[in-house]
């Protein structure tokens, strides 16, 4: 067992192969022109999915569905939502959630499609952070609105901040009244205090905005931090926000595709559902409801309590590791999600170099990163510790040896 993760039901040690397995993770390299060099076996640490078996009971409730030979039209079970209810309320402390507070989302992004679509124009202006997750930048794209960033800062210790005042002017200055909230943040790992939240969302009511509030990454908090929904800050917020979750962080299920929106105001659910209607497309997938009841029954529980142990221990050791061995490398510690955002300028400058060459020069021995500039920081690589420990270790070693002090 490694050192800092206490003895698991579950198993969070194996190297699975997934090899051939629909995984984008394993069956691609995100940095173009990048080859692994003969020798180096493949880590894969990029996309924000997980390299760990998933808890049994999702594949049992799945196995038992597919049992009988019929699969036609169906609507959500009473013990889909009982199932969400009961999540919210042991994970996230919240009380007095209803079925009709709960709908049904085909990935949070398409939640945030609907959300852009039913209170902004094409051309209109949302407040985003940044680093921005590069999901919202290409949905609000796609759907030809304007992206005006508020930048987060690193304090004096290093912890990525809100910039409230900056906030309240580029809302001013553009007319914003659609604001996406990113809880905890991706790609920088925070979670966000509830002082924090209530600042915000008073930015966000003093200037009359509507609220997405991504909080897909809320059941991965790290050991020592809590999330807080952004709804149970106040009344207000509770009102203005447009609050968005998945299993599929949490239990590794992007593939079986089903996130759920809970918002509380009847005027928002009405506009948000009514754009989902109007493609035909947001429908759940029967064996997605099931794989969510799985997910979130007690044994899942216990399962991302453990995992949550599992990713502690290898933020723990990576950022050490970082910071000690990679002269020429910040980072932030984070407080939630897997990911590490790395900031490479001063290493880069010092060995006179460029971004892609390093990217390329990981791939080289097996590490499989991600390019970190499209989340908006122009030195930036995110990298995916999901993966068993002794991966995380072999990843270090490989990087320190072969990449930032060869």
């Given at each position: 067992?490694?050192k800092?993760?206490?003895?698991?039901k579950?198993?969070f040690t194996?190297?699975?192969?997934?090899?051939?397995?629909d995984?984008?993770?394993?069956?691609s390299?995100?940095?173009p022109?990048?080859?692994?060099?003969?020798?180096?076996?493949?880590i894969?640490m990029?996309v924000?999915d997980m390299?760990?078996?998933?808890v049994?009971?999702?594949q049992?409730?799945?196995?038992?569905?597919v049992?009988?030979?019929?699969?036609?039209y169906f609507?959500p079970?009473?013990e889909?939502?009982d199932?969400i209810?009961h999540?919210?309320?042991?994970?996230?402390g919240v009380?007095g959630?209803?079925?009709?507070?709960i709908?049904?989302?085909?990935?949070?992004?398409?939640?945030?499609?609907?959300a852009?679509?039913?209170?902004t124009a094409?051309?209109?202006?949302v407040?985003?952070h940044?680093p921005?997750?590069?999901g919202?930048?290409?949905?609000?794209?796609n759907a030809?609105?304007?992206?005006?960033?508020?930048?987060?800062?690193?304090d004096?210790?290093?912890v990525?901040?809100?910039?409230?005042?900056?906030?309240?002017?580029k809302?001013k200055e553009n007319?914003?009244?659609?604001?996406?909230?990113?809880?905890?943040?991706?790609p920088?790992?925070?979670?966000?205090t509830r002082?924090?939240?209530?600042?915000a969302?008073?930015?966000?009511?003093n200037?009359d905005?509507?609220?997405?509030?991504?909080?897909i990454?809320?059941?991965?908090?790290?050991?020592?931090?809590?999330?807080?929904?952004?709804?149970?800050?106040?009344?207000d917020?509770?009102?203005?926000?447009?609050?968005?979750?998945a299993?599929?962080?949490?239990f590794?299920?992007?593939g079986?595709?089903?996130?759920?929106?809970i918002?509380?105001?009847?005027y928002l659910r009405?506009r948000?559902?009514?754009?989902?209607r109007t493609?035909?497309y947001?429908s759940?997938?029967?064996?997605s409801?099931?794989?969510?009841?799985?997910a979130?029954?007690p044994?899942?529980?216990e399962?991302?309590?453990?995992?949550?142990?599992?990713l502690?221990?290898?933020?723990n050791y990576?950022y050490?590791?970082?910071?000690t061995?990679?002269?020429?490398?910040?980072?932030s510690k984070p407080?939630?999600t897997?990911?590490l955002?790395l900031?490479?300028?001063?290493?880069v400058?010092?060995?006179?170099?460029d971004?892609?060459?390093l990217?390329k020069?990981?791939?080289?021995?097996g590490v499989?990163?991600q390019?970190?500039r499209?989340?908006?920081?122009?030195?930036?690589?995110?990298?995916?510790?999901?993966?068993p420990h002794?991966l995380?270790?072999?990843?270090?070693?490989r990087l320190d040896?072969n990449?930032?002090?060869?």
């Amino acid at each position: 067992m490694e050192k800092g993760v206490s003895i698991m039901k579950y198993d969070f040690t194996t190297i699975m192969d997934r090899a051939g397995k629909d995984s984008i993770a394993v069956d691609s390299i995100p940095i173009p022109g990048a080859e692994i060099s003969e020798g180096y076996s493949r880590i894969p640490m990029w996309v924000a999915d997980m390299n760990f078996a998933t808890v049994p009971t999702i594949q049992e409730a799945i196995i038992e569905r597919v049992k009988h030979p019929a699969f036609g039209y169906f609507r959500p079970t009473k013990e889909y939502f009982d199932s969400i209810i009961h999540w919210q309320d042991v994970r996230n402390g919240v009380k007095g959630l209803t079925a009709d507070d709960i709908g049904y989302e085909n990935g949070v992004l398409g939640c945030v499609s609907s959300a852009i679509q039913a209170f902004t124009a094409p051309g209109e202006a949302v407040l985003l952070h940044s680093p921005t997750y590069i999901g919202f930048t290409g949905t609000m794209n796609n759907a030809g609105r304007k992206i005006v960033h508020s930048d987060l800062y690193r304090d004096e210790n290093g912890v990525w901040r809100m910039n409230y005042e900056d906030m309240d002017k580029k809302i001013k200055e553009n007319n914003i009244h659609l604001a996406i909230f990113c809880s905890p943040h991706n790609p920088t790992g925070r979670v966000w205090t509830r002082e924090e939240i209530e600042k915000a969302m008073e930015v966000y009511k003093n200037n009359d905005c509507v609220v997405i509030s991504d909080e897909i990454w809320s059941d991965l908090t790290l050991s020592g931090y809590q999330h807080i929904p952004t709804q149970s800050v106040s009344e207000d917020a509770k009102m203005r926000t447009i609050g968005v979750y998945a299993p599929s962080k949490t239990f590794n299920l992007a593939g079986l595709i089903g996130s759920y929106h809970i918002i509380y105001s009847k005027y928002l659910r009405d506009r948000v559902n009514a754009q989902s209607r109007t493609s035909h497309y947001n429908s759940m997938n029967v064996l997605s409801m099931h794989a969510l009841i799985g997910a979130y029954k007690p044994e899942g529980e216990e399962w991302v309590n453990e995992l949550r142990e599992v990713l502690t221990d290898n933020v723990n050791y990576a950022y050490d590791y970082i910071t000690t061995h990679f002269k020429g490398v910040t980072l932030s510690k984070p407080q939630g999600t897997y990911m590490l955002y790395l900031d490479c300028e001063e290493w880069v400058k010092e060995h006179n170099t460029d971004m892609d060459t390093l990217l390329k020069a990981g791939v080289a021995v097996g590490v499989i990163w991600q390019d970190g500039r499209p989340f908006n920081r122009p030195y930036a690589i995110r990298l995916n510790l999901a993966v068993p420990h002794s991966l995380v270790v072999d990843a270090m070693d490989r990087l320190d040896k072969n990449v930032f002090n060869k």
